[in-house]
């Protein structure tokens, strides 16, 4: 990796920060993923914008911002605009998978399994009694345009459905689904293949935003211990998924295992998380791949297409 970039004569620069709800996760894994690269240079961005000095002749850039301006395609636009090399995902993917709702109508074209929403805006809210009638007694409430569990709503009943209705911000997107009860799995893509699975056993509660960022909140079985024949096809679908949604180079996908051997994706994040805690890094290394050598992975796609000169 070290290697490539020196031979390029660029290099890599690795994004992080910007304002949003996962700013200081977006610093920590930004930083880790800068220590397993030697001779990049780590940039903890302070507003939504692109450097001025960043640019196609010197630099290849890694952007590891989640939430807002990372996750949303934005930052992608302004890298494409200047020409300049980066890896992950493009604008298009980006744009797609940050919308839950979206993603989910194309899971279902590409025969990827994902259970019944109802999306609405919050200024135009359902009713409890209208929820609970459609999609059962117990719902999760979450936004349909932002990542790690922000605002997530765990809900029993018809009177826990209204009083989360209220707490809704009325400019937010937002969407309903039924809760689904068994085991919580993740799985990473590199390069368009599946990596191992991952079982997210949370020590309390359920795997919220808290829980997935603090350490020792949860337990994590990796590979999962369930049958190779079941494994093979969770990952056959998760390359469906990543390759409907125009994915390139890496992301990871989120799904649900129910009791009776059904599962179902929620999502694919298109800037997965890569702090001492994260599900990618898990992942990569039930194949035997140290974190390490997953970062030089991820980002070797964008240093070719530099040298080829296909960037971005």
């Known amino acids: 990796m070290e290697?490539?970039?020196?031979?390029?004569?660029?290099?890599?620069?690795v994004l992080c920060g910007a304002i949003s709800a996962e700013r200081e996760v977006s610093l920590r894994s930004g930083r880790a993923v800068s220590k397993?690269?030697?001779?990049?240079?780590?940039?903890?961005?302070?507003?939504?914008t692109l450097p001025d000095w960043i640019n196609a002749d010197e630099h290849v850039v890694f952007p590891v911002i989640h939430g807002d301006y990372g996750e949303d395609g934005q930052v992608q636009m302004e890298l494409e605009a200047r020409g300049i090399a980066y890896a992950g995902c493009d604008v298009t993917a980006s744009?797609?998978?940050?919308?839950?709702?979206?993603?989910?109508?194309?899971?279902?074209?590409?025969?990827?399994p994902a259970i019944p929403e109802i999306a609405f805006a919050g200024d135009a809210k359902p009713s409890a009694q209208e929820l609970v009638q459609a999609l059962g007694n117990n719902l999760i409430i979450k936004p349909a345009d932002k990542g790690s569990s922000v605002d997530l709503y765990v809900l029993e009943g018809l009177a826990e459905?209204?009083?989360?209705?209220?707490?809704?911000?009325?400019?937010?997107?937002?969407?309903?689904?039924?809760?689904?009860?068994?085991?919580?799995?993740?799985?990473?893509?590199?390069?368009?293949?599946?990596?191992g699975i991952v079982e997210i056993v949370p020590?309390?509660?359920v795997y919220d935003y808290q829980t997935k960022y603090t350490k020792g909140s949860s337990e994590y079985l990796f590979p999962a211990p369930i049958a190779p024949e079941l494994t093979k096809k969770i990952q056959i679908a998760?390359?469906?998924?990543?390759?409907?949604?125009g994915c390139r180079d890496f992301a990871r996908?989120?799904?649900?295992?129910?009791?009776?051997?059904?599962?179902?994706f929620l999502e694919i994040n298109t800037m997965?998380?890569?702090?001492?805690?994260?599900?990618?890094?898990?992942?990569?290394s039930c194949l035997g791949l140290s974190f390490t050598t997953l970062v030089d992975k991820m980002v070797a796609p964008a240093l070719t297409r530099a040298q080829s000169g296909r960037a971005p």
């Not at 290697?3 to 620069?13: E, I, P, W």
């Not at 397993?36 to 939504?48: H, M």
């Open 203 to 205: 020590k309390k509660g």
């Open 272 to 284: 997965p998380g890569m702090t001492e805690t994260s599900l990618m890094p898990k992942s990569a």
């Open 161 to 195: 459905v209204e009083a989360a209705l209220k707490k809704l911000s009325k400019d937010g997107q937002w969407m309903a689904e039924r809760r689904l009860v068994g085991r919580e799995m993740s799985i990473g893509l590199l390069g368009g293949k599946a990596l």
């Open 238 to 245: 998760a390359q469906k998924l990543f390759a409907a949604t």
């Open 95 to 112: 744009r797609l998978c940050i919308d839950k709702v979206a993603t989910k109508k194309v899971m279902r074209s590409a025969g990827v």
């Open 3 to 13: 290697g490539s970039a020196v031979k390029l004569k660029r290099k890599v620069v």
């Open 253 to 264: 996908a989120d799904l649900f295992l129910e009791s009776s051997g059904d599962f179902y």
């Open 36 to 48: 397993a690269l030697p001779g990049s240079q780590l940039v903890e961005l302070d507003e939504n």
